[in-house]
């Protein structure tokens, strides 16, 4: 009888974790769009597209493809990518921050 109750109880933790992990993919990365366009916008605004442009140009490429993703429905893509661009806007930022301290 314990035996039993024990597997019930697994079975619904199971279920709760699927279903925990498939709400995540079935909505939009609307909040990592937002991040990576405006650390991007703030890169460029750093002057990233004239002292660090090959990070900027990956943010910008990153995002493209997220929105694609996301146009598609692929959601987890789309957040992933809208990630990476975040990464490399901020990378760009720093860059461009560096080569205006260098003479």
Known sequence: MQASGIQTFIKGLALVVILSLTACETT?????MSD???????AKQA???ELAS???H???EY???AKRALND?????ARRNAKHAKVKALDALKAAE???KDP
């Open 47 to 49: 002057g990233a597209e």
């Open 98 to 100: 560096a080569s205006q």
């Open 73 to 77: 429905g692929r959601y987890s893509e």
């Open 58 to 60: 990956a943010a910008e």
């Open 28 to 32: 939009p990365p609307a909040q990592e």
């Open 36 to 42: 990576a366009r405006q650390a991007i916008a703030v």
């Open 54 to 56: 090959f990070h900027l």
């Open 63 to 65: 995002l493209e493809t």
